[in-house]
């Protein structure tokens, strides 16, 4: 019975969600590193392409996502 009282501690309670806060922002990090990963390589083709447009559109979202 006291082992599950200390499993269920306010300060593991704490430690769980600390752990939990920090896993997101990895995982956001990563998604977000991913993703400025594609679209610079999204901006290489459409350089090559010379898609004007798209080239805008990409290195606004490029902008955005350094932003952030």
Known sequence: MLEKYLLNSPQKQ???IIDSL???IVLDE???NFRITQVLKQIDQS???KNKEE???L???LNQLSKS
């Open 30 to 32: 990563a998604l977000k």
């Open 55 to 57: 080239f805008l559109s």
């Open 22 to 24: 920090f896993a997101e």
């Open 59 to 61: 290195t606004e979202e």
């Open 14 to 16: 704490e430690e769980n």
């Open 47 to 49: 350089l090559q392409s």
